[in-house]
């Protein structure tokens, strides 16, 4: 009991000196403020592109119209990455457009004249801007052509018209889903699979692969799947790709 009361008497001593003398208390650590989520800061990623944003805002006004007159999502056209690129760069020949992330062959027959004449227009009124440079992004994974689908997919396809689901298919030929989907990716996109998309995933997962879409674009699934936080596998991807791509035709 002695000793208790010695303990309690010490402390009470120490706590009243350390009140006369106004010690500080300094903590540690400095509270971390709570968070809601991962997916927003991810998706909104293409915003930290340092870029003319003058231009920026007339560009996704030329998608957003283009995307309207063909009945596709603005994403289709081209992704924010690929815009914030355009109004670092200002390309005005093919070859320099060739040279923004998400512009191939085929973007630029479509759609490389009017943005580069949009941006042709905004530099004659205004100074174009120079910006530090940007890592390069790694080169985008070859796609399959449209006329060609080899004779695993074609057998995918086969069993795919028998009824046999993505997990059957890839269980009864000894391959994972992810290879099941882009045989049936490739369906789409050759016109050899007539399916709808909600066959493949649901109306909301729909929803949230075109809103992170819309910033990340759709030339390489991996921004695309780390801006979905991992919560859309890669075979959905895979066909939700297809699926827009084909819509843009």
Known sequence: ASNDSFQTLTLSKLGLAALMNRTPIILSRAPVAATRGTSTSKISRAGT??????????????????????????????????????????????????????????????????????????????PAQTFDEEAAPPPAPAMKSEGGINSSALETLRLHRLGKSMDEIAAARAMSAGTIAQHLAQGVQTGELKSSPLDFYTGEDERMMSEAAEHVGLDRLGPLHEALGGKISYAKLWLFRAFATQAAK
């Open 49 to 126: 592109i340092a870029c003319d944003e003058g231009l920026f805002a007339q560009l996704r006004a030329l998608r957003k119209r283009l995307a309207d007159e063909r009945a596709v999502p603005p994403y289709v056209v081209f992704g924010d990455t690929s815009l914030r690129h355009m109004c670092r760069d200002y390309p005005q020949s093919d070859r320099t457009f060739l040279d923004i992330p998400g512009v191939g062959n085929q973007k630029l027959a479509d759609y490389g004249a009017v943005f580069m004449a949009g941006i042709k227009e905004w530099l004659a009124n205004n």
